[in-house]
């Protein structure tokens, strides 16, 4: 029963990994769109990516 219980723990941690890994990537994809759109140079490309990860 235990080890049922710690399998679904599992499953349930990896979706959630999955979904904020998912996110991550469309934020990034909008980034470099928004960056490509923009124009920025790397150092505020940079800056923009480190922004959302500091502030989550």
Do not use: C
């Amino acid at each position: 029963m235990k080890a049922l219980y710690h399998a679904i723990q599992l499953f349930v941690w990896f979706r959630q990994l999955d979904n904020t890994l998912l996110a991550s990537i469309g934020s990034i994809a909008k980034g470099g769109f928004l960056v490509a759109l923009l124009g920025f140079n790397e150092r505020q490309y940079g800056q923009l990516m480190v922004a959302p990860l500091r502030y989550s």
